[in-house]
């Protein structure tokens, strides 16, 4: 954790969830009391299907919802994609963008993610930009120079506490039950958040940097121990409340 700042637990959908799953969400929002939410943010980001219907379920709860991607532009022809305006429009505050997935099955390089990132904050929505190196990477000894070239290449001029929250995820660690050690992670976030002081001072430090990756309740506190681990993006164990419930209990104490 970061002295001062406020944790974020996400919880990443991905490609799951119909009607029927609204009820895990409600049961989320219903989940986190008061103590709870005096310690922590929490959000969750369905597919853009249930994006109305999950913001309309949350209102006056401590939940968030939040969207899994966004169009750069506007509005005009581009077939099958969502504007922020339009995310933004559907109660959702924040947006994920440049999650490994869409970068790899959708070719999304940092300049995309980036215009992207700008696109959220000029809806006034959160991005929650992602970055981390593949399997070969780490093994080639090439982590910190793959996040940093991520971070300068995906991270607009204008981010700032508010408007960006920095996603560690390990793409080796993703779905597969693997984590890294917790040197390897307390490294990965000791690097990322010296870069973002670098660049954006100030904000850089207060910026929230989580961890997602194989988060499960029982590797949450941990994880959500390490410094400068100022939360978690949470895919597989955020469809069900009480993992999730259990993830964002790791920070009641
Ligand atoms: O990709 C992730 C969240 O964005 C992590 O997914 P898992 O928690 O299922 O590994």
Redesign the pocket.
């Known amino acids: 954790m970061t002295p001062g700042v406020k944790p974020l637990v996400a919880g ?1 959908w ?1 490609m799951n969830g119909d009607r029927n799953a609204l009820h895990e969400i409600t049961a989320i929002a219903n989940g986190i009391d008061g103590a709870l939410d005096e310690k922590i943010d929490a959000i969750i980001c369905p597919p853009a299907t249930l994006l109305y219907l999950a913001a309309g379920s949350v209102l006056d709860t401590p939940l968030s919802i939040g969207a899994q991607d966004c169009h750069q532009s506007a509005s005009g022809a581009h077939t099958g994609d969502i504007a922020a305006t339009m995310i933004k429009e559907t109660g959702a505050t924040h947006v ?1 963008v440049g ?3 869409r970068r790899t099955d959708h070719h999304e390089d940092d300049a995309l993610v980036r215009v992207k990132a700008i696109a959220a904050h000029e809806q006034g929505l959160v991005s929650i930009i ?1 970055i981390g190196e593949t399997k070969d990477e780490r093994e080639a000894g090439e982590t910190l120079t793959i996040l940093g070239a991520q971070l300068a290449g995906s991270l607009p001029e204008n981010c700032t506490e508010f408007n960006t929250v920095v ?1 560690y ?1 390990p793409v080796w ?4 039950g693997l984590t890294p050690s917790i040197d390897d992670v307390a490294e990965a976030h000791a690097f990322i958040r010296s870069r973002l002081e670098d660049r954006f001072g100030e904000a850089g430090s207060k910026m929230r940097l989580l961890y ?4 499960k309740p029982g590797n949450a506190s941990e994880l959500m121990a390490v410094v400068n681990v100022d939360g978690a ?6 469809l069900k409340s009480a993992d999730f419930l259990a993830i964002c209990e790791a920070y009641r104490s």
Do not use: F, P
């Not at 660690?173 to 597969?176: K, M, R």
């Not at 997602?212 to 988060?215: E, L, R």
């Open positions: 990443n991905k994920i999650h490994s997935e992602c996603a995820e660690a993703i779905g597969t997602g990756g194989s988060v993006l949470v895919g597989g164990a955020s």
